[in-house]
């Protein structure tokens, strides 16, 4: 049976950091991940600690304010998007998303800002805040996304 889920409780930023590195290495082939979470739960934190473990060699820059930031990683293309400032899922538009070819990594922040208008998710990796630590709750939504989540689970 595939994993759907896997929760990490009570959790500072190394541990967090640590997941992503640990699910870096199953996602080298693309996907969708949408990161949901109020501000300053750890969803930068936890895109940019996957970016770094795939292989970014450049800075990882928070794409709060230029919308979408891009990577390529040997074949595989990568983009950042951070949909807080987005009023209406049609100003995602502008992006131009459907130009990008695969294969490609999406990883999404706010992604309940843009529905209908970004790739829908495999993994879900949604972050809250428990006092001065933060809890994680990763869920599968596709066969891939749980693909992910049983190496993840398996990852010493």
Do not use: C
Not at 31 to 42: D, K, S, T
């Amino acid at each position: 049976m595939s994993e759907r889920t896997f929760v990490a409780e009570r959790i500072d930023e190394s541990v967090l950091s640590g997941i992503a590195n640990k699910l870096a290495g199953a996602v080298a082939e693309g996907g969708v991940i949408h990161l949901v979470g109020p501000l300053g739960a750890g969803k930068t934190t936890f895109a940019r600690s996957l970016l770094t473990q795939l292989g970014v060699g450049s800075r990882v820059k928070s794409p709060t304010y230029s919308l979408i930031e891009s990577y390529t990683v040997g074949a595989l293309g990568v983009q950042h998007l951070d949909l807080y400032r987005i009023a209406d899922a049609e100003e995602v538009e502008w992006l131009g998303l459907r130009d990008f070819a695969e294969p490609q990594l999406w990883l999404i922040e706010w992604p309940d800002r843009a529905r209908g208008a970004i790739p829908k998710p495999d993994l879900v990796v949604a972050l809250a805040h428990a006092g001065m630590v933060r809890d994680a709750h990763l869920d599968a939504v596709t066969p891939r996304g749980s693909a992910w989540l049983e190496s993840l689970s398996s990852a010493s």
